[in-house]
T-cell receptor, first 112, second 113 residues
Framework: RKEVEQDPGPFNVPEGATVAFNCTYS??????FFWYRQDCRKEPKLLMSVYSSGNEDGRFTAQLNRASQYISLLIRDSKLSDSATYLC?????????????FGTGTKLQVIP | NAGVTQTPKFRVLKTGQSMTLLCAQDMNHEYMYWYRQDPGMGLRLIHYSVGEGTTAKGEVPDGYNVSRLKKQNFLLGLESAAPSQTSVYFCATLKGANTGELFFGEGSRLTVL
């Protein structure tokens, strides 16, 4: 089983829709979680961190479920500019050596 | 403040040739990473470094070597390039343990014929 798994999509949604992505991880000792956004042929950029209590940033909500070992990203009122690939990132609590692992990414296409 | 700079940005190699990708950062970050990204595969970790003089293998290290002689530079070497190494390579830095945000270079597109 891969350390971090995501549904690759693509998710094709109309403007204004709400869409959610999940990301599962296998290492129960994982410490920190993040969502990154990657536009076509560009480098990934941090979208938001994921906190145990859940957190929100405008139209984006991130949640962590440690018991089931997954994180989620919810996007409300989708915009055309949200079209991108969304990557989840897991950082283990491994005693100082940081092996940062990415999911394969979920592609979102917002349609007019 | 350049952040993370990768050179070269594009390169075409013939099978068997060698080359080195340079990642330079001016943020004084401890951790540096080399990833490759292929269609449908996401970002896969090749090697990483947690400080000057130290390196470690990632998920797909075969065919690559790395060095971190200076804190600001992380070099990725291909000793004998193979077509399977055609990919986009990203370098990234992390300030320290559990800080979270990775800073990426713009990527290096390598084609091996």
């Amino acid at each position: 089983r891969k350390e971090v798994e995501q549904d690759p999509g693509p998710f094709n949604v109309p403007e204004g829709a709400t869409v959610a992505f999940n990301c599962t991880y296998s290492n129960s000792a994982s410490q920190s979680f993040f969502w990154y956004r990657q536009d076509c042929r560009k480098e990934p950029k941090l979208l938001m961190s994921v906190y145990s209590s859940g957190n929100e940033d405008g139209r984006f909500t991130a949640q962590l479920n440690r018991a089931s070992q997954y994180i989620s990203l919810l996007i409300r009122d989708s915009k055309l500019s949200d079209s991108a690939t969304y990557l989840c990132v897991v950082i283990p609590n491994s005693g100082g050596y940081q092996k940062v692992t990415f999911g394969t990414g979920t592609k979102l296409q917002v349609i007019p | 403040n350049a952040g993370v700079t990768q050179t070269p940005k594009f390169r075409v190699l013939k099978t068997g040739q060698s080359m080195t990708l340079l990642c330079a950062q001016d943020m004084n970050h401890e951790y540096m990473y080399w990833y490759r990204q292929d269609p449908g595969m996401g970002l896969r970790l090749i090697h990483y470094s947690v400080g000057e003089g130290t390196t470690a293998k990632g998920e797909v290290p075969d065919g690559y070597n790395v060095s971190r002689l200076k804190k600001q530079n992380f070099l990725l070497g291909l000793e004998s390039a193979a077509p399977s190494q055609t990919s986009v390579y990203f370098c990234a830095t992390l300030k320290g343990a559990n800080t979270g945000e990775l800073f990426f270079g713009e990527g290096s597109r390598l084609t091996v014929l």
